[in-house]
């Protein structure tokens, strides 16, 4: 009798979904129609957001049938992925053309449009979940060559059950690994990639409560509204709250198609059922028509620096405050949508180390928020933050509308141990941050901390470029004097130990 074999325990639902992933994957090295990570990823977010929503619209169809009610779904056939992806519905040429082509046969055998052109038809629906999928799919272009390969990676797509907890869960943490690897793909378009320690640590920081509207208005890919999300459903015990979670907690709005779609597809796996996040220009705004149904609890974000905004945009600023600084005006943006009654809103905003000792509109601005609002805390991050992207020098700016400034507390992260700065495969770890968080609530100077009087600092003129008084001595920086002595009093300390040793070694005998 043959013995059976063992083929051990089933994989796990990590292994199996990284599996299918990376089989993706390497399924679409194979088209020559894609180039690399910045081509692949966005394909494969676009083709699980439509099985992810065909999921989750079966699902809602099914309770609809049972409570005899009626039920429109957010996409009609031949267009739900039931119809066209399903096993051996659709390949080759066949497959290409119903997905890209304006006209075509579909799977029904009728005249239509494809699969891409019917879904940008969505944009400005009057249907939330349409304008949604119209917004998403206003930047999609299928690059593939193959529609045999496409074929294949809609197949793998297919072995994804987005009606499974386990499986969501599993697969948002997959997903934030492969937008790293693409964030180490994109060079100079990497610029709305914050590392996830710097992330975390804000929401921290400000601690979002649930009831309290969070926004980014440069949302990027969405880390740092996944985040207070995840902070926020820690908080949610009862249906109301998970209503409130869904409904009215997460906002945010991004410019670029590509990070719009990332970011979408991230929030829904993560839990968020229909992100509020809209696509377009937060700046695009007349600051002075802002008014309170504008305003929110709390703004965590990192904006684009070094870049420039046109005429149009700096217009809709005042007189005395308009450049082309796109940090400068995000940094604007965010002071004026902040809530200031019944509770002040509160920000924390990553900025370059210009924004610090900038003068001119930088001063006015920093003169306003000295002024009219509480700049608590800057925290200097050290080097490295945000290498390979950029060398620039990043601060933490954390401030609320309570009133204006009395002191500003500066905390100065130290770099790793035994190095200079971080590096791309040495990125900042999360407990880099553990001593800042544990002197945050009961603050006292150290020698990282410190504290600056604003009328000092206003005095200045706004300059916020504080060098930290209570740091050791760097003896690279020590002049040549002091430099040779402290190497010969370090000598001499080792030589007395070195005798020490060699005592204690000639009396223990052999």
Known sequence: ????????????????????????????????????????????????????????????????????????????????????????????????????????????????????????????????????????????????????????????VNGIHFNSSDEIHTLGHLYESMLKEMRDAAGDSGEFYTPRAVVRFMVQATNPRLGETVLDPAAGTGGFLVEAFTHLKA?????????????????????????????????????????????????????????DADRVDVILTNPPFGGEEEKGIQNGFPADKQTSETALLFLQLIMRKLRKTPKPGRAAVVVPNGTLFGDGVCGRIKHELLTNFNLHTVVRLPNGVFAPYT?????????????????????????????????????????????????WPKRAENERAWKVPAAELIAAGCNLDRKNPNAKPDAEHLPPGQLVESILAKEAKIAAIVGEIKQLLAGSGP
């Open 391 to 439: 060398s620039i020098p990043t601060n933490i700016l954390f401030f609320d509308r309570s009133g204006s400034t009395s002191d500003v507390w500066y905390y100065e992260l130290p770099p790793p141990d035994g190095r200079k700065q971080y590096t791309k495969t040495a990125p900042i770890p999360f407990e880099a941050f553990d001593d800042c968080l544990a002197w």
């Open 235 to 291: 908080q949610a015990k009862k249906a109301a709250d998970f209503d409130t979670l869904q409904k009215r907690s997460i906002f945010g709005q991004e410019a670029k198609p590509l990070p719009f779609m990332l970011c979408q597809m991230n929030l829904l796996l993560h839990g968020l059922d229909a992100p509020e996040v809209t696509k377009g220009n937060s700046l695009d705004v007349k600051l002075v028509e802002l008014g």
């Open 1 to 156: 009798m043959a013995k059976k074999r063992d083929n051990g325990p089933p994989p796990t639902t990590a292994q199996r979904l990284g599996s299918l992933l990376k089989s993706a994957r390497d399924t679409m090295r194979k088209d020559k129609g894609l180039n690399g990570d910045l081509d692949r990823l966005p394909l494969l977010t676009w083709l699980m957001f439509l099985k992810f929503l065909d999921d989750h619209e079966t699902e809602a169809e099914t309770a609809a049938k049972l409570s005899r009610q009626k039920y429109r779904p957010t996409i009609d056939p031949p267009y739900r992925w039931r119809d066209w992806a399903s096993k051996d519905a659709l390949t080759g040429d066949e497959l290409l053309k119903f997905v890209s082509a304006e006209e075509t046969t579909r799977p029904d055998a009728t005249r239509g449009p494809g699969l891409v052109p019917y879904l940008r038809s969505f944009a400005g629906s009057a249907d939330p979940k349409r304008r949604v999928v119209g917004e998403v799919f206003g930047g999609v272009v299928n690059r593939m060559e193959s529609g045999y390969l496409l074929r294949a990676i809609v197949d793998q």
